[in-house]
T-cell receptor, first 113, second 109 residues
Framework: SAVISQKPSRDICQRGTSLTIQCQVD?????MFWYRQQPGQSLTLIAT?????????ESGFVIDKFPISRPNLTFSTLTVSNMSPEDSSIYLC??????????FGQGTRLTVV | DAKTTQPPSMDCAEGRAANLPCNHS???????VYWYRQIHSQGPQYIIH???NNETNEMASLIITEDRKSSTLILPHATLRDTAVYYC??????????FGTGTRLTIIP
């Protein structure tokens, strides 16, 4: 199994500010995934983060709004920039073991006021 | 990833078997069927996955039809802690997951 530590677990932020979410994995992984879960909704993939290359963003998500860093094989950050109340969501990082299960962090519950 | 269809909600009495269906008629021959669940305010948790054969682990059983167009997740003796949203996902396991709306399972005391 993989243990994922995600920080912060929750935060309340002022609109117009930015928040950086950290995701630490206890083993080396090639790909890390960032998801968003809006209130009452399912999970939506934001981007895939590979070490040593630019993140790959899904339709509707852009690097200027959600910049991602992946400095090594065990760590990644997601920044939510210039926040608005619509960014209030749970943000989750995830890693996969090939052809078996995915592991998720406990999520960061973000409230923008 | 294959598109999956699940009922939006189900109830099950505590102690009984919970049978959660999933249709995945567009799944390709080498795509697996994965099941995850999300208990309120937590990250999704892996339950089980399979390709063609039925699978069983300590959490659940997975029954996949011979034509692979549908499957059923079985929780043999449901407890209150099994109340969660259950997601059926088709994919290759080492890639991104595409979550549908899932089935909200409520275990009734």
């Amino acid at each position: 199994s993989a243990v994922i530590s995600q920080k912060p677990s929750r935060d309340i932020c002022q609109r117009g500010t930015s928040l950086t979410i950290q995701c630490q994995v206890d083993s080396q992984v090639t790909m890390m995934f960032w998801y968003r879960q809006q209130p009452g909704q399912s999970l939506t993939l934001i981007a895939t983060a590979n070490q040593g290359s630019e993140a790959t963003y899904e339709s509707g998500f852009v690097i200027d709004k959600f910049p991602i860093s992946r400095p090594n094989l065990t760590f990644s950050t997601l920044t939510v920039s210039n926040m608005s109340p619509e960014d209030s969501s749970i943000y989750l990082c995830s890693v996969n073991r090939e052809r078996t299960e995915a592991f998720f962090g406990q999520g960061t519950r973000l409230t923008v006021v | 990833d294959a598109k999956t269809t699940q009922p939006p909600s189900m109830d099950c009495a505590e102690g009984r078997a919970a049978n959660l269906p999933c249709n995945h008629s567009t799944i390709s021959g080498n795509e697996y069927v994965y099941w995850y669940r999300q208990i309120h305010s937590q990250g999704p948790q892996y339950i089980i996955h399979g390709l063609k054969n039925n699978e069983t682990n300590e959490m659940a059983s997975l029954i996949i039809t011979e034509d692979r167009k549908s499957s059923t997740l079985i929780l043999p003796h449901a407890t209150l802690r099994d109340t969660a949203v259950y997601y059926c996902i088709g994919g290759f396991g080492n890639e991104k997951l595409t979550f549908g709306t899932g089935t909200r399972l409520t275990i009734i005391p």
